[in-house]
């Protein structure tokens, strides 16, 4: 039977998730979802290239604290940061708290600080000129005079205590229209006149781009945004090297360069590492790496990474979640317990699982794989169940009467009488998965999701479709892949009408 | 020889089947009586589907068990309502089945289904086809084809006429008296149907919620009712019925 032909497919997904998780670079470079965490990364991995140190950039991972676990899991060795959100965020200190206690608290975690690399990127509130010179507002006690503004936040703005709950609380602002935006769409919404004022960060290449003004924060309720490199502490026996290309950084960059370096990125659509690499060559004398891979080769890179993505997640899926159908369908107590913890893994949102995973498996594929295949569990043990529930009691008695073993009865008679019920679980989990999966760029796994961010980082419509229109044309190849399976699967007596 | 010796059937508090003792040999006994009245019930008893709550069900001396069922089984073929087909298989499939998994070679198979064939009156070609694909007494011939598979020593037949239409179920009717008569062994039908029972049986049990009435030949309960029921039962479904004959002229 082809279940038992499944044997040796554990196996090759383990094989699979080995193979995606070690990386050779001696030093890896995280960095995060936002312009210019990932040129401060392509710029750190370049220099730590130039100096000898064998080393590769995982870009635009999900967010603080996945970068920050990976960090701890040694996922990653270094990646860049800003006092603030060291100090609110990772390690829930004070506002006020001083630098030396922030270097004591990281030492604890077996993580350091370098020195400020030369500017702050502080939060901060903006509006159109236009409009800001129309109301009248320059501070942000300004905003109190005018409740019905809209407001657009990011979603980390909104909630962070030392983001909108503290501006809102110490300057008493009366705004209620407040929406969660996406940074990069919150400019898009405000050129388009649907938001009036949005949370920035001080070196953003918009500002002038969009004809903007940075409210003054008249009662200082921003904390300093140094940035800085957050490295792991072993990193000084493992990699002297390395650790010296961070020092030569540190003061190395100016406000006003970032904010050039991230119009360049954003605006000008100069890839990260050809901007990285110009500001190398310019200040820090380094020499130009050779350019980045094609369009097609990016795009046949990204397919394949996206595909072993759900091949490993689905194959291990169909694996586990059948045998579970099997035993829920058996036994009614166990089959509530399974469906119960299935509903649940599958209400939690993507991203959140993927944070939950990363102490577990780390970023990158693993972690990917495995949220997907819990996502996958869920249709497959219902589907299952369902099928082989749905089966009349008359035809399980007549394979009894015939002297059938209950396991030649599974195999003969109700899988595959369950078999179109099953295929449309698999069906429904892979292209859960297809679409799923595009998030698994958020932890560095790749796949057709890494041009869709970069394009909506980057407001790069290409970018987006370069990932959008095959995820979307792989969706219909899996739908019709399942049609044809199911003409091989499914039992020709089973696709037949009755006669009468 | 079967036998039940005080066997009893309960479901939570209900007694579907009261303490029953029944000795059924050879020819053909039907189980007579409305719905309710606990005859399916026995036949599930002796296809081991239902275990006894009390008293013990006996197949050539060996009471049915857990330990003796699976062997108990393949000495006994059961043909349900609506042939029970599986709708995945072929006929053939369908009817090979059980031989296949018991180690039968293709051969021995092959030539079992044409001597089959012959005897349910079913044109070989009919073999290649899927149970969606025949009609009702194709079906119920198939079924009945895959009952007599391994040349089995009790045949059970529950309701095997039930869901035909007049036409369809008169020709199975006398098909299916032939095929018994010829096996010669021992054979037990369910009906609720008194001209069926009467056209089928050497002995009838008659049973009433979940108890036997009376039993013995059609002639007896006619003649001599041990019990106003019987009366009742005869009357409701005989119209101009002739006690006792054997309606020769159906052949």
């Known amino acids: 039977m082809r279940i038992r032909r499944a044997g040796v497919l554990p196996i090759a997904v383990a094989a699979l998730l080995t193979s995606c998780t070690t990386a050779p670079d001696e030093v890896r470079v995280g960095s995060k979802k936002f312009t210019e965490s990932v040129i401060l990364g392509e710029i750190l991995a370049q220099m730590e290239r130039a100096a000898g140190v064998a080393a590769g950039h995982r870009a635009q991972l999900g967010g603080t604290q996945i970068l920050w676990h990976a960090l701890l899991a040694g996922d990653i060795d270094m990646y860049p940061e800003y006092t603030g959100t060291i100090r609110a965020d990772i390690l829930h200190l004070a506002t006020g708290a001083p630098e030396a206690s922030l270097r004591e608290a990281l030492a604890r975690h077996g993580v350091a600080m370098s020195g400020s690399l030369g500017f702050e990127d502080r939060y901060a509130l903006g509006m159109k000129a236009r409009d800001a010179a129309r109301l009248g507002v320059r501070s942000l006690s300004d905003l109190r005079a005018h409740p019905k503004l809209r407001l657009g936040f990011s979603e980390e703005f909104l909630n962070r205590p030392d983001g909108w709950p503290a501006v809102r609380t110490r300057y008493r602002l009366p705004q209620a229209d407040i929406r969660p935006l996406d940074h990069d769409l919150a400019y898009r919404a405000l050129a388009a006149g649907d938001i009036d004022a949005m949370d920035l960060y001080t070196t953003d290449a918009e500002i002038p781009y969009y004809d903007m003004v940075v409210l003054d924060d008249d009662l200082q309720v921003f904390p300093d945004y140094h940035a800085v490199v957050l490295y792991r502490l072993d990193l000084a026996q493992r990699a002297p090297a390395a650790l010296r290309a961070v020092r030569d950084l540190e003061g190395g960059i100016k406000a006003e360069e970032m904010r050039r370096l991230n119009g360049r990125v954003k605006l000008e659509r100069v890839p990260e590492r050809a901007a990285a690499a110009d500001f190398l060559a310019a200040t820090l004398q380094i020499a130009q790496e050779p350019a980045a891979e094609g369009r097609a080769r990016r795009v046949g890179r990204a397919v394949a990474e996206h595909l072993s993505l759900v091949a490993a997640s689905l194959v291990t899926a169909v694996v586990v979640a059948i045998p579970l159908g099997i035993a829920a369908a058996r036994r009614r107590r166990l089959g509530t317990a399974i469906l119960a913890l299935a509903g649940v893994v599958q209400t939690i949102p993507t991203l959140a699982l993927l944070v939950l995973l990363i102490p577990v498996l780390g970023i990158g594929a693993a972690p990917a794989v495995a949220a997907l295949f819990l996502y996958s569990v869920l249709p497959i043990v219902v589907n299952t169940m369902a099928g082989l529930a749905g089966i009349p009691a008359s035809l399980l008695e007549s394979a009894d009467v015939l002297g059938l073993s209950r396991r030649a009865r599974l195999y003969k008679v109700e899988l595959p009488l369950a078999s179109p019920s099953i295929l449309a679980g698999v069906q429904t989990a892979a292209v859960i998965n297809v679409g799923t999966a595009t998030l698994g760029a958020l932890i560095g796994a790749g796949g057709l999701g890494q041009p869709i961010l970069t394009g909506i980082r980057l407001d790069d419509m290409r970018l987006i479709l370069e990932g959008a229109v095959p995820a979307a044309l792989l969706a219909l190849i899996v739908q019709a892949l399942f049609a044809w399976l199911s003409r091989g699967l499914v039992p020709r007596g089973l696709r037949l009408r009755p006669e009468s | ?251």
């Open chain 2, 1 to 251: 020889m079967i036998e039940l010796r005080d066997v009893s059937k309960r479901y939570g508090d209900v007694e579907v089947l009261h303490p029953t003792t029944l000795r059924l040999g050879r020819g053909v006994s039907v189980l007579l009586g409305p719905s309710g009245s606990g005859k399916s019930t026995i036949l599930r008893l002796l296809t081991g589907l239902a275990t006894p709550s009390s008293g013990e069900v006996c197949l050539w001396g060996q009471t049915v068990s857990p330990g003796t069922i699976g062997s108990l089984r393949r000495r006994l073929g059961y043909v349900i309502q609506e042939g029970g087909l599986f709708p995945h298989l072929t006929a053939a499939d369908n009817v090979a089945l059980a031989a296949r998994y018991f180690g039968w070679d293709e051969g021995r198979v092959n030539a079992r289904l044409v001597e089959l064939c012959a005897l349910t009156h079913l044109p070989a070609d009919v073999l290649a086809r899927y149970p969606a694909q025949l009609s009702g007494g194709q079906r119920q011939r198939v079924g009945l084809m895959r009952a007599l598979m391994p040349g089995p020593e009790l045949l059970l037949l529950d309701e095997p006429l039930g869901a035909l239409d007049p036409m369809i179920r008169a020709e199975l009717r006398a098909d299916l008296l032939e095929i018994v008569r010829r096996l010669g062994q021992t054979v037990v039908l369910v009906t609720h149907d008194l001209a069926e029972a009467a056209f089928f049986a050497d002995r009838v049990v008659l049973l009433r919620d979940g108890g036997v009435v009376q039993q013995g030949t059609m002639a007896d309960l006619v003649e001599r009712p041990a019990d106003p029921f019987v009366t009742r039962f005869i009357g409701a479904q005989s119209g101009p019925f002739v006690p006792g004959a054997r309606p020769e002229g159906a052949r």
